[in-house]
């Protein structure tokens, strides 16, 4: 992989990490798409450079983490988070097996996007608007939605954890800004156990790579965040529903049409 494909894919990384369109069926794709999808270092890194996009969301909302008089924030994040620490585990082989497969890939992008046109019609009465309302049974509830995102790579896991968090009753932005403050812990243990899983592979070039790789994905995110709220509050979810479901369409398309994916 050289500079410019660690470009693009964090590029593709800050864009959509925080929106629910799936950051990692993009990454998947784009590396199969330039040859680079089956190279170990890659897989490394299209997981590593999540780093820079937590640190965006620690920068945008750093008076929500580093205010440890309310440690009750933290409680939560630690109970939303156990469900997927498990799963993942758990499910690590099957993980990898279904990110090698672009039908399945295509097939949940069409699916979530689908479920995100009627989203914003099935919870129409939200009841919490505040992080501060979230009870630990909700945030706990909230979690196990993250785990879809595990089990089907391409549902998004910011897709998963928004409609849990509005089918607990919080607001469009409320879900979506506790999805981002769930990201986290969540990536933070993606990313060190995938970092330790591969050290062999941290040569002096690669580390360079994912220096360089975090701090795209950083910039990019910074501004995907702040113009995700803006767009959502106003907008809602249907305009990503329909991104989802051409997305998915086009990756069916190019695979029956013979296009090589190479992303065993």
Known sequence: ?????????????????????????????????????????????????????????????????????????????????????IFGKLLNDFIDDKLGNPIFIATVLLVGGIILLFIDKLFKKPEISEEVNITNLTAFKIGCFQVLAIVFPGLSRSAATIIGGMQQKLSRQAAAEFSFFLAVPTMFAATGYKLLKGYE????????????????????AIIAIKSFIGFLSKHGFWMFGWYRIVVGIVILALYFAGVEMNVA
């Open 1 to 85: 992989m050289d500079y410019l494909q660690a470009f693009i894919l964090a590029v593709i990384e800050g864009l959509t990490e925080f929106l629910p369109v799936s950051s990692t069926g993009h990454m998947v794709i784009a590396s199969s798409f330039m040859g680079i999808g089956d190279n170990d270092f890659v897989k490394l890194y299209e997981v590593a450079i999540q780093l820079g996009a937590i640190i965006a969301v620690v920068v945008l909302y750093w008076k929500k983490f580093f205010d440890f008089s309310k440690w009750q924030f933290y409680v939560k994040l630690i109970i939303a988070v156990i469900p997927a620490l």
């Open 201 to 220: 592979l941290l040569n002096t070039e690669n580390i360079k790579l994912l220096l360089f790789g975090n701090f795209i994905a950083f910039i990019v």
